[in-house]
């Protein structure tokens, strides 16, 4: 079981949004503003999509955005194109022992 | 072209010690910190430990606490991660990952990982 909490699936249609949520404790997500995403393509290693919540690191698509409301943080991903179909996965820095938590990842489809 | 390069990873018997190692360039590697993650196949992202810029300080997932030690070479822009007393669940790939000046920066940039498989 995952620190945090993400739906194992997502789909949506070509030109819809998603919205992929994951959702932590007052302790890690709530806590702190150093939520990240990563896609990660089959095979291939993680890329950084969205960091400290919102920040949209240089050459990542403007579809990409990213927010956080209490506890759970969220993915939106617009305008949905064939080549967004990968697994997303969250994190958040935690402080303490274990400084960083992961999701279980969301696997999102584009139908 | 930044790039991380993993390699040390193989098949090892429960029990057994392995030490991965990770190569920066593109990039001086000596102000940032640095990351380990693992992913066993099918599974979610895991961190395993972290190593600040100048090794002054370590931090380890309690799964691996005690058994794994992050360390570096600045000088070389190496990365490593010893492992010892290696056991089934800790079979995955294993990535490094650069992150930024501090904790809580994100892992900005990822090698394509390392595979590490315990089993007799």
């Known amino acids: 079981q995952s620190a945090l909490t993400q739906p194992p699936s997502a789909s949506g249609s070509p030109g819809q949004s998603v919205t992929i949520s994951c959702t932590g404790t007052s302790s890690d997500v709530g806590n702190y503003n150093y939520v990240s995403w990563y896609q990660q393509h089959p095979g291939k290693a993680p890329k950084i999509i969205i960091s400290e919540v919102s920040k949209r690191p240089s050459g990542v698509p403007d579809r990409f955005s990213g927010s956080k409301s209490g506890n759970t943080a969220s993915l939106t991903v617009s305008g949905l194109q064939a080549e967004d179909e990968a697994d997303y996965h969250c994190s958040s820095y935690a402080g303490g022992d274990n400084l960083w938590l992961f999701g279980g990842g969301t696997k999102l489809t584009v139908l | 072209e930044v790039q991380l390069v993993e390699s040390g990873g193989r098949v090892v018997q429960p029990g057994g010690s392995l030490r991965l190692s990770c190569e920066a360039s593109g990039f001086t590697s000596d102000k940032y910190t640095f990351y380990w993650v693992r992913q066993a196949p099918g599974k979610a992202l895991e961190w395993v430990s972290l190593?600040?810029?100048?090794?002054?300080?370590?931090y380890y997932a309690d799964a691996v606490k005690g058994r794994f030690t992050i360390s570096r070479d600045n000088r070389k822009n190496f990365l490593f991660l010893q492992m010892n007393s290696l056991r089934s669940e800790d079979s995955a790939l294993y990535y490094c990952?650069?992150?930024?000046?501090?904790?809580?920066?994100?892992?900005?940039?990822w090698g394509q990982g390392t595979t590490v498989t315990v089993s007799s």
């Open positions: 990952a650069k992150g930024g000046l501090y904790y809580y920066d994100a892992m900005d940039v």
């Open positions: 190593i600040n810029w100048d090794s002054s300080h370590t």
